[in-house]
């Protein structure tokens, strides 16, 4: 406790003078009660048998007493004061009142017994016993007190018998100390039992204390924690897109120099920047998802939905990939309806396939359907290099990385092993199971369990788009480009301008504006390549809104986003417009450009 409290921690405050306080006064009051009582018996059933000249003068002179104790315990009562409880001498004179009170007591029993019978000298018996009773809570830290206290009540009157000289004197006063013995052992195993149960209160007072001191040091940390969270969240988000914008930029001047006619060193030197940018652009969207699970800011919200949703959004993400790659991506089970969360069910097939397409070589990804029961799995198949079955075990840990047989330098080689471990923790956040069967040099299957939902009224899908062709050429194509990073717009401007295309670079929406003014009857674009700006009187989905509100609400349109701004995904889906990720890796929109294309000579 004294650590926490130099730590800065405020202990609670339990003020254990006080408590003692108040106990002590509860006993005192009940001694007092217990001794007015038996006054009160002794006037009544004494007042015929005993003379007065001898009982009135006791009881004037127990009552003065009684006042005066009576008077000495108000303070106490009244504020039930730390000071008074832990003053030693007010308890010293307190026991010292407690004892003359036990010898008035026994002054009165010798008075008294040679007027009594047997029947009145019990009396005494059961007030003396009582009395002891109710002594022992105040007497707790005074044995002495204690032992003395019954010897002042029972010594007189078992001197007063044994000197009275009946003939059965000696067997009452053996009787009577038989009781007091009997009385002082009871008494005793009660004192014992208090104390034990005052140790008991001060341990569990002290367990308390130390309860709400660590508890108050867990909400310090906790709450330390949770900022530190808040503020690596906040980073992550906030510094994405300056960091995404340079790397985007660096990825398409790589590019752009590689269409220039350069030596063999240095077209290698070119193709390895792209290959970087790749990598960093897979890990930059792994550590974002994998921060936004550890803030705990993602949660599963299910609804039904229909595969065909899911299959739309994935092919128009993979096809142009899988087709540059030459490998067959292929979709089964689309009538299948799913009670699940869709964005989360789409990011984990999505990091399925995006592994399946990266480590296969050649063949076929298939995304496929199936019903068990009432339960959906839902499966990625590769025809890739497959997996040990000692290494199936730790594929979904984070951080770690299958041994395979790819050269060390090959981008597929480079990553952080994260993506199956966020592939777990999202089917997690679902209670979706999620499995793994694999074998090596046959490729490798991936089932997610889903529940069966219902139908959802179906959009009417689009016509297959055409495939487009590997060679690319936007010759003859006009492009307009909307983009508020100079650096990136000029990187953009030169790549496209090296595939061929007619190029008209717009920065920012006063220029856009300024633009469609200038030429109000200018011909549709064959593309709109538009990224998303941080100015706050537009956006790069209020500038696809304006562009094709002047030539049309069918041009393709392609919009380069963060993965920090997933309304802009939804805005895109819902739009007709496809999304990327900065930084843009050339080949891909390479890809994507041609397959936007193709969907728009369909």
């Given at each position: 406790?004294?650590?926490?409290l130099?730590?800065?921690?405020e202990?609670?405050s339990?003020?254990?003078?006080q408590?003692?306080a108040?106990?002590?006064?509860?006993?005192?009051a009940?001694?007092l009660?217990v001794?007015?009582?038996?006054w009160?018996?002794?006037?009544l059933?004494?007042?015929?048998?005993?003379?007065?000249?001898?009982?009135?003068?006791?009881?004037?002179?127990?009552a003065?007493?009684?006042?005066?104790?009576?008077?000495?315990?108000l303070?106490l009562?009244?504020a039930?004061?730390?000071?008074?409880?832990?003053?030693?001498?007010?308890?010293?004179?307190w026991?010292?009142?407690?004892?003359?009170?036990?010898?008035?007591w026994g002054?009165g029993?010798?008075?008294?017994?040679?007027?009594l019978?047997?029947s009145?000298?019990?009396?005494?018996l059961?007030?003396?016993?009582?009395?002891?009773?109710?002594?022992?809570p105040v007497?707790?830290?005074?044995?002495?007190?204690?032992?003395?206290?019954?010897v002042?009540?029972?010594?007189?009157?078992?001197v007063?018998?044994?000197?009275?000289?009946?003939h059965?004197?000696?067997?009452?006063a053996?009787?009577?100390l038989?009781?007091?013995?009997?009385?002082f052992?009871?008494v005793?195993?009660f004192?014992?039992?208090l104390?034990?149960?005052?140790?008991?209160?001060?341990q569990?007072?002290e367990?308390?204390?130390?309860?709400?001191?660590?508890?108050?040091?867990?909400?310090?940390a906790?709450?330390?924690?949770?900022?530190?969270?808040?503020?690596?969240t906040?980073?992550?988000?906030?510094a994405?897109?300056?960091?995404?914008q340079?790397?985007?930029a660096?990825g398409?001047l790589?590019?752009?120099l590689?269409?220039?006619?350069?030596?063999?060193?240095?077209?290698?030197?070119?193709g390895?920047?792209?290959?970087s940018?790749?990598?960093?652009?897979?890990?930059?969207?792994q550590?974002l998802?994998?921060?936004r699970?550890?803030?705990?800011?993602?949660?599963a919200?299910?609804?039904?939905?229909d595969?065909?949703?899911?299959y739309?959004?994935?092919r128009?993400?993979?096809?142009p990939?899988?087709?540059?790659?030459g490998?067959?991506l292929?979709?089964?089970?689309?009538?299948h309806?799913?009670?699940?969360?869709?964005?989360l069910?789409?990011r984990?097939?999505?990091?399925?396939?995006s592994?399946a397409?990266?480590?296969?070589?050649?063949?076929?990804?298939?995304?496929g359907?199936r019903r068990?029961?009432?339960?959906l799995l839902?499966?990625?198949w590769?025809t890739?290099p497959?997996?040990?079955e000692?290494e199936?075990?730790r594929?979904?840990?984070e951080?770690?990385?299958?041994?395979n047989e790819?050269?060390a330098?090959?981008p597929?080689?480079?990553g952080l092993g994260?993506?199956?471990?966020?592939?777990?923790?999202l089917?997690?956040?679902?209670d979706a199971p999620?499995?793994?069967h694999?074998r090596k040099?046959?490729g490798?299957v991936f089932?997610l369990?889903?529940?069966?939902?219902?139908a959802?009224p179906?959009?009417p899908?689009?016509?297959?788009?055409?495939?487009?062709q590997?060679?690319?050429?936007?010759?003859?194509?006009?492009v307009?480009?909307?983009?508020d990073?100079?650096a990136a717009?000029?990187a953009l401007?030169?790549?496209l301008?090296?595939w061929?295309?007619e190029v008209?670079?717009?920065n920012?929406?006063a220029?856009?504006?300024a633009?469609?003014?200038a030429?109000?009857?200018?011909?549709?674009?064959?593309l709109?390549?538009?990224g998303?700006?941080?100015e706050p009187?537009?956006?790069?989905?209020?500038?696809?809104?304006?562009?094709r509100g002047?030539?049309?609400?069918?041009t393709?349109?392609?919009?380069?986003?963060?993965?920090?701004l997933?309304?802009?995904?939804?805005?895109a889906q819902?739009?007709?417009?496809?999304?990327?990720?900065?930084?843009?890796?050339?080949?891909?929109?390479r890809?994507?450009i041609g397959f936007?294309?193709?969907?728009?000579?369909?």
């Amino acid at each position: 406790m004294t650590e926490a409290l130099a730590a800065g921690i405020e202990e609670p405050s339990i003020n254990v003078p006080q408590l003692q306080a108040r106990s002590g006064f509860s006993a005192m009051a009940a001694q007092l009660v217990v001794n007015l009582t038996g006054w009160v018996a002794v006037a009544l059933l004494f007042r015929n048998e005993v003379p007065a000249a001898v009982l009135q003068p006791w009881q004037w002179a127990f009552a003065a007493f009684w006042l005066v104790r009576f008077g000495a315990l108000l303070p106490l009562g009244r504020a039930a004061s730390p000071a008074v409880a832990s003053s030693g001498r007010w308890w010293a004179v307190w026991v010292a009142g407690m004892l003359i009170n036990s010898s008035l007591w026994g002054t009165g029993a010798w008075l008294f017994f040679p007027y009594l019978d047997s029947s009145r000298v019990g009396v005494l018996l059961i007030i003396g016993y009582t009395l002891c009773i109710a002594a022992a809570p105040v007497l707790l830290n005074h044995p002495r007190a204690f032992l003395l206290f019954p010897v002042l009540y029972f010594g007189p009157i078992v001197v007063r018998i044994a000197t009275s000289g009946r003939h059965d004197a000696a067997a009452e006063a053996g009787t009577m100390l038989v009781v007091f013995a009997l009385t002082f052992l009871l008494v005793r195993a009660f004192r014992h039992s208090l104390l034990r149960t005052r140790d008991l209160q001060s341990q569990t007072d002290e367990l308390l204390l130390q309860l709400r001191v660590e508890k108050t040091s867990a909400d310090a940390a906790r709450g330390a924690a949770e900022a530190a969270n808040r503020a690596k969240t906040q980073f992550f988000v906030a510094a994405s897109h300056d960091l995404r914008q340079p790397l985007h930029a660096m990825g398409l001047l790589a590019s752009a120099l590689r269409q220039k006619n350069l030596d063999v060193e240095s077209a290698r030197l070119a193709g390895s920047i792209n290959e970087s940018v790749d990598a960093l652009e897979g890990l930059f969207s792994q550590l974002l998802d994998l921060t936004r699970l550890d803030s705990g800011v993602i949660e599963a919200q299910p609804q039904h939905f229909d595969l065909n949703e899911l299959y739309r959004k994935l092919r128009l993400r993979f096809e142009p990939l899988a087709f540059e790659k030459g490998l067959a991506l292929r979709f089964r089970g689309a009538s299948h309806h799913v009670w699940a969360d869709l964005l989360l069910v789409e990011r984990i097939v999505h990091n399925l396939v995006s592994n399946a397409i990266r480590y296969t070589g050649d063949g076929t990804v298939l995304i496929g359907c199936r019903r068990r029961g009432n339960r959906l799995l839902l499966q990625v198949w590769d025809t890739g290099p497959g997996i040990d079955e000692c290494e199936q075990a730790r594929v979904f840990e984070e951080l770690y990385q299958v041994p395979n047989e790819l050269r060390a330098d090959s981008p597929q080689r480079r990553g952080l092993g994260l993506g199956l471990s966020i592939v777990r923790r999202l089917a997690a956040l679902m209670d979706a199971p999620i499995t793994l069967h694999s074998r090596k040099g046959h490729g490798s299957v991936f089932t997610l369990e889903l529940p069966v939902g219902q139908a959802q009224p179906e959009p009417p899908l689009p016509p297959p788009p055409a495939k487009p062709q590997l060679g690319l050429t936007l010759k003859g194509r006009q492009v307009i480009l909307f983009e508020d990073d100079p650096a990136a717009s000029s990187a953009l401007e030169a790549m496209l301008a090296g595939w061929g295309a007619e190029v008209v670079a717009l920065n920012g929406a006063a220029s856009c504006a300024a633009w469609m003014a200038a030429n109000p009857a200018a011909a549709p674009p064959d593309l709109l390549l538009v990224g998303h700006t941080m100015e706050p009187e537009g956006s790069g989905m209020d500038a696809i809104v304006a562009l094709r509100g002047h030539f049309g609400e069918v041009t393709p349109a392609i919009l380069i986003g963060d993965n920090a701004l997933p309304i802009r995904e939804i805005q895109a889906q819902h739009s007709r417009v496809h999304l990327m990720l900065r930084p843009v890796v050339p080949v891909k929109l390479r890809a994507l450009i041609g397959f936007k294309l193709g969907e728009a000579a369909h």
